[in-house]
């Protein structure tokens, strides 16, 4: 593989303090260097004037859907939208059919990335068998296969005993806990467990005040709890949704103007450390039926740039430095990772982003299978037009090279 230069782009990289125009290389999977690179001959040379270079994207809350529903998305059709949205890693969710609950399930899922997948792939595995809320799967073996952590996304573990159990198990092998969120009770409940138990939760798809203010006291008290946000609860309330439409039904549902302000007052001051577009592919028909029988769910790795940086960055709500962080430290701290870095020796995982790129979302321009989008003809400024992971340019200018493929 040939080194990679990326020429006279604004480097920025909040967590490794970086903030300059200059260039990168990457020789093999790591980045080789950073700030004035002279070119030395062979390179594949990128010129990112007026670009903003940013650490390789990571989003850890999308729906893949295989195995079990490939006519919404798949492994390659998910990263490849990934790709497109500069997210070099995804994390995704357990709840495919069967849901993800065993090691041999975690296994296929890392053999199918390996050979089709335009992008990193992490699966979390489910923290109860079946997803059915009553008997903890075996976090040791589902952590040897290769899971980065727990969740029952899509349902809460309703009873205390069995999440009790949950965390306790998960902490013996040190598996993070990612937990889906259905109100502020068991936001508390999960919070009172994790103090008792002296382990780490994050919550999934904050979305009301009183949620937010029960995360920022546990971090107070010192407890490891994390919250993530999603770009359409950041950027949409329910009181500007057209009423209706399937496409704004989201499970938690859109919130008030009054959350939407809690949320992004709660990212801006570091108690959200975590922007994730719980990517949630559904076919024409899902979305097809009476609004209360719709399934909930919307996509959102080709939008998620695009929405924080001409929703909350460009209107001052906040701070670039903030959302830089939020989808590459944050969520590389909540699964215990290695974070994608602008420094020597670090992973070759590169987002160019261009902040004064004017588009308008075109859903069936999407390399996403599905459709299901709420921010269809919307204008945004802000757009990604390259993703480099270990090195590999997967995505220029909307072109997708697939990294299973290639490798
Ligand atoms: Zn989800």
Same mark, same amino acid.
């Not at 108690?271 to 719709?294: F, G, L, N, R, T």
């Not at 003809?377 to 090279?401: F, N, S």
């Given at each position: 593989?040939?080194?990679?230069?990326?020429? !006279? /782009? +604004?480097?920025?990289?909040?967590?490794?303090?970086?903030?300059?125009? !200059?260039?990168?290389?990457?020789?093999?999977?790591?980045?080789?260097?950073?700030?004035?690179?002279?070119?030395?001959?062979?390179?594949?040379?990128?010129?990112?004037?007026?670009?903003?270079?940013?650490? %390789?994207?990571?989003?850890?809350?999308?729906?893949?859907?295989?195995?079990?529903?490939?006519?919404?998305?798949?492994?390659?059709?998910?990263?490849?939208?990934?790709?497109?949205?500069?997210?070099?890693?995804?994390?995704?969710?357990?709840? #495919?059919?069967?849901?993800?609950? #065993?090691?041999?399930?975690?296994?296929?899922?890392?053999?199918?990335?390996?050979?089709?997948?335009?992008?990193?792939?992490?699966?979390?595995?489910?923290?109860? +068998? !079946?997803?059915?809320? @009553?008997?903890?799967?075996?976090?040791?073996?589902?952590?040897?296969?290769?899971?980065?952590?727990?969740?029952?996304?899509?349902?809460?573990?309703?009873?205390?005993?069995?999440?009790?159990?949950?965390?306790?198990?998960?902490?013996?092998?040190?598996?993070?806990?990612?937990?889906?969120?259905?109100?502020?009770?068991?936001?508390?409940?999960?919070?009172?467990?994790?103090?008792?138990? $002296?382990?780490?939760? *994050?919550?999934?798809?904050?979305?009301?005040? @009183?949620?937010v203010e029960l995360?920022? /006291?546990?971090?107070?008290? %010192?407890?490891?709890?994390?919250?993530?946000? #999603?770009?359409?609860?950041?950027?949409?309330? &329910?009181?500007?949704?057209?009423?209706?439409?399937?496409?704004?039904?989201?499970?938690?549902?859109?919130?008030?103007?009054?959350?939407?302000a809690a949320l992004?007052?709660?990212?801006?001051?570091?108690?959200?450390?975590?922007?994730?577009?719980?990517?949630?592919? *559904?076919? &024409?028909?899902?979305?097809?039926?009476?609004?209360?029988?719709?399934?909930?769910?919307?996509?959102?790795?080709?939008?998620?740039? /695009?929405?924080?940086?001409?929703?909350?960055?460009?209107?001052?709500?906040?701070?670039?430095?903030t959302v830089v962080?939020?989808? #590459?430290?944050?969520?590389? @701290?909540?699964?215990?990772?290695?974070?994608?870095?602008?420094?020597?020796?670090?992973? !070759? $995982?590169?987002?160019?982003?261009?902040?004064?790129?004017?588009?308008?979302?075109?859903?069936?321009?999407?390399?996403?299978?599905?459709?299901?989008?709420?921010?269809?003809?919307?204008?945004?400024?802000?757009?990604?037009?390259?993703?480099?992971? /270990? %090195?590999?340019?997967?995505?220029?200018? $909307?072109?997708?090279?697939?990294? %299973?493929?290639?490798?």
């Open positions: 593989m040939k080194a990679l230069l990326i020429k !006279g /782009g +604004r480097l920025f990289d909040p967590a490794s303090r970086v903030d300059a125009v !200059g260039d990168l290389l990457i020789q093999g999977d790591r980045i080789a260097a950073v700030g004035s690179v002279e070119r030395v001959g062979e390179e594949q040379v990128i010129e990112a004037a007026g670009l903003f270079v940013l650490p %390789g994207l990571m989003d850890i809350h999308v729906h893949l859907r295989e195995p079990g529903q490939e006519h919404k998305e798949t492994i390659a059709s998910g990263t490849r939208a990934a790709a497109a949205g500069g997210f070099a890693l995804v994390a995704c969710e357990p709840n #495919t059919s069967p849901p993800r609950d #065993t090691a041999a399930r975690v296994r296929e899922v890392l053999e199918i990335a390996a050979r089709r997948a335009a992008v990193r792939v992490l699966p979390k595995c489910a923290i109860t +068998r !079946g997803q059915q809320g @009553e008997k903890v799967t075996d976090f040791a073996a589902l952590r040897a296969a290769g899971a980065v952590a727990a969740s029952d996304d899509g349902f809460a573990v309703a009873d205390a005993g069995v999440m009790r159990e949950a965390m306790a198990a998960a902490k013996r092998v040190r598996l993070p806990l990612t937990v889906h969120v259905d109100g502020p009770e068991m936001v508390e409940r999960d919070i009172g467990l994790a103090a008792e138990l $002296d382990w780490r939760v *994050h919550f999934s798809h904050v979305s009301l005040a @009183e949620e995360i920022a /006291g546990a971090r107070d008290r %010192g407890l490891r709890v994390s919250g993530e946000a #999603t770009p359409h609860h950041l950027s949409l309330c &329910a009181e500007e949704a057209p009423e209706g439409d399937a496409n704004f039904r989201v499970n938690p549902p859109l919130r008030s103007a009054r959350d939407r992004r007052q709660g990212l801006a001051d570091g108690v959200i450390s975590v922007i994730a577009s719980d990517h949630a592919p *559904h076919s &024409a028909e899902d979305k097809a039926q009476p609004y209360d029988q719709a399934r909930p769910g919307v996509i959102g790795l080709e939008t998620t740039v /695009g929405v924080i940086w001409g929703e909350l960055i460009r209107s001052g709500l906040v701070a670039l430095e962080k939020a989808t #590459t430290s944050g969520p590389a @701290e909540v699964l215990g990772i290695e974070a994608p870095a602008l420094r020597e020796g670090a992973m !070759g $995982d590169v987002a160019l982003v261009d902040p004064e790129c004017d588009w308008v979302v075109d859903p069936e321009q999407f390399q996403s299978k599905a459709r299901n989008c709420p921010f269809a003809g919307r204008k945004l400024r802000g757009k990604a037009v390259a993703t480099i992971v /270990g %090195g590999r340019v997967v995505m220029r200018e $909307d072109e997708i090279m697939e990294l %299973g493929a290639a490798a």
